[in-house]
C-alpha cells in the first residue's frame, strides 16, 4: 500500500455520481439566477398563488393579458368613436371606468338588460329597426371580458380547484375573430362603418384593435389547446415520473 498522500484532484474523481450531479445542477442555478434579467412584468407573491398550480398561474396570466388586450382596443375604439361614450358617460374615462365596474364588480349596465358573452356581442352590433341604441363599445367589452371568465373556468382566477375549459377557450377564440371581422366590415343604415377601428392615412397606421384581437385570439387557442392535452399527458407524466423516481436512482448505483 502506498503512503504517497492523495491529490485533491484525484479525490474529487472518487465523489459520487449523484453528488456531482447536485454540485453541477446548484452552480447552473446559481448562475442562471444571477444572469435572469427583470422583464418589468413580475409580480408579488399573493396569498391565494400558494393554491395555485402551473397551469393555473399560466391561465391566470393569459387571462391578465388578455383583459389588458380588451382595455386597449375599447380605448382605441372610443376615441374614434366618440359618439358611443357620449351615449353613456361624461368623459371617455368615466365611460370606460362605468364599463369595467360591470365586468369586474358585478354593476350591471341598464341597458344590456343582463345581456353577456356573445348576447352582448350580438346586440354592438344590432342595426334593425328597433336596434341598440347603447354604447356599442361598452357591449362589446362586457361580452368580450365574460368570454374570458368563462373560458377560465368561470373566474378570474384559477386555483387548483378550477382549469380552462377547452371548449369555451376554443368558442371565445372564434368569437373574437368574427367580432374582429364585424368592426371592420359591419355598417350602419347609412352605410359608413358602425365602429371605426383600422386608420391608415398620412399620420400612419393605427392597427391596435387587429394586433390586440389577434393576440387575445392566440392566447385563447393556445390554452384550448393546453386543456385538451391535460389528460392525454397525464398518463405520459405518471410514467415518467415512475421511471425517475423509482428506475433512476438504480442507475446511480452503476460503478463508473
Known amino acids: 500500500m502506498s503512503d504517497s498522500p492523495v491529490s ?31 422583464t418589468q412584468r413580475a409580480e408579488p407573491y399573493g396569498n391565494q398563488e400558494w393554491l395555485q398550480s402551473g397551469a393555473n398561474r399560466i391561465a391566470n396570466l393569459s387571462l391578465r393579458d388578455n383583459l389588458q388586450s380588451v382595455r386597449r ?39 344590456l338588460k343582463g345581456a353577456t358573452g356573445i348576447d352582448a356581442i350580438r346586440l354592438a352590433f344590432d342595426t334593425g329597426p328597433q336596434g341598440y341604441q347603447g354604447d356599442r363599445v ?7 371580458a365574460s368570454l374570458l371568465k368563462q373560458a377560465n373556468g368561470d373566474t378570474w382566477g384559477q386555483t387548483m380547484i378550477d382549469g380552462v375549459n377547452a371548449e369555451n377557450s376554443f368558442r371565445a377564440a372564434r368569437n ?59 398518463a405520459l407524466d405518471f410514467g415518467q415520473n415512475w421511471v425517475m423516481g423509482v428506475v433512476m436512482p438504480f442507475f446511480t448505483l452503476v460503478p463508473k
Not at 484525484?10 to 434579467?37: E, I, K, N
Open 8 to 38: 485533491p484532484l484525484t479525490a474529487r474523481r472518487r465523489w459520487h455520481p449523484a453528488v456531482l450531479a447536485a454540485m453541477v445542477v446548484g452552480v447552473l442555478g446559481l448562475s442562471g439566477c444571477s444572469s435572469v434579467r427583470d
Open 73 to 111: 382596443v375599447q380605448s382605441t375604439l372610443y376615441k374614434r368613436n366618440p359618439r358611443e361614450w357620449h351615449k353613456s358617460a361624461a368623459s371617455l374615462e368615466d365611460a370606460t371606468q362605468r364599463t369595467w365596474d360591470a365586468v369586474l364588480k358585478g354593476q350591471p349596465l341598464p341597458e
Open 138 to 144: 361598452a357591449a362589446l367589452v362586457v361580452g368580450w
Open 176 to 234: 373574437f375573430e368574427i367580432s374582429l371581422w364585424l368592426i371592420s366590415s359591419k355598417t350602419g343604415p347609412d352605410g359608413q362603418p358602425l365602429l371605426l377601428a383600422t386608420e391608415i392615412s398620412e399620420r400612419g397606421r393605427n392597427l391596435v384593435a387587429d394586433r390586440e384581437l389577434s393576440k387575445v385570439v392566440a392566447r385563447l387557442d393556445l390554452l384550448a389547446a393546453q386543456a385538451d392535452e391535460k389528460y392525454r399527458r397525464a
